[in-house]
């Protein structure tokens, strides 16, 4: 699932490649992917506008846009979620060669299907932006309410981190994947940044000491940044040993699986043993 460094390269790609073109044409006939609202309603809302400025919070992404013309008020904001794997494709002015951001491009034995663009907006130059998502599980929606969700994880600063992560006495790991409490930390980053920190995912927060807060705010800031120079969560130092027989590649003792918060983890069985 796309995280908060894959969501940033789409947003990013908006940023350089959408911005400024005019609207001509909405395809938002996915009842799916577009609801609550009906066909229609999103090409009456956008066409004939631009889209001005492309934002993140979380793996959340919006998009202003511009007054249509003879007005004076901006346009709603454009709301858009990758869901478990989608991408943002856009074409240039004319059309060529697209650009995509998003989740990790996988090798796909089928041909792709333009039934798999599941929202686009076509812009007066020739170009377009698209939403693929094969699996049909993204959402489009205007002005997306973002107040449910919590600081961005690459923004939180480490008073606000420590604050959210030590109360209460969830699983660590829970802490980090709701949403309403730290934006953007998926599956994969929470036990990146856990194994980095040595912490034991299933770790009450409650019992966490300050210094404990410390290194797993260090730690997920790292991971991030290393997520978003090499590609995705996916690329992270101990992602590769999530499996069966896996051993940990800091001090080679085999990885545990297990579910906490609902959610398959792995974890190093001597550096993050839960304490007895």
């Known amino acids: 699932m796309p995280e908060l460094p894959e969501v940033e390269t789409a947003r990013r790609l908006i940023a350089d490649q959408a911005l400024h073109r005019r609207i001509t044409g909405v395809d938002d006939t996915d009842t799916f992917v577009c609801r609550p609202h009906s066909p229609g309603q999103l090409r009456d809302a956008l066409a004939g ?23 004076a008020a901006p346009g709603p904001d454009l709301g858009i979620h990758l869901g478990m794997s989608g991408r943002i494709v856009v074409t240039p002015p004319g059309g060529g060669q697209p650009a995509e951001g998003g989740g990790p491009r996988r090798r796909d034995a089928q041909p792709r299907k333009a039934a798999w663009n599941r929202f686009t907006l076509d812009f007066a130059d020739g170009g377009s932006l698209a939403l693929f998502d094969k699996r049909r599980l993204g959402r489009v929606r205007l002005d997306p309410d973002i107040d449910a969700l919590g600081p961005d994880a690459a923004e939180v600063t480490p008073a606000e981190f420590r604050t959210l992560i030590s109360s209460g006495t969830t699983a660590v790991k829970a802490r980090l994947l709701n949403q309403s409490k730290i934006a953007g930390v998926g599956n994969l980053l929470a036990d990146e940044a856990l194994w980095q920190a040595k912490v034991p995912p299933q770790a009450r927060t409650g019992s966490l000491r300050r210094q404990d807060a410390d290194r797993l705010y260090r730690a997920l800031q790292s991971a991030l940044t290393s997520a978003a120079a090499r590609g995705g969560a996916h690329t992270g130092a101990v992602i590769a040993a999530r499996h069966p027989g896996g051993t940990c590649p800091r001090c080679g003792a085999e990885m545990v699986h297990g579910v906490v918060g609902g959610r398959s983890t792995w974890w190093c069985s001597r550096e993050q043993a839960a304490a007895p």
């Open 49 to 71: 506008r631009t889209l001005t400025a492309a934002h993140r919070r979380g793996k959340t992404m919006w998009c202003e846009t511009s007054p249509v013309r003879g007005s």
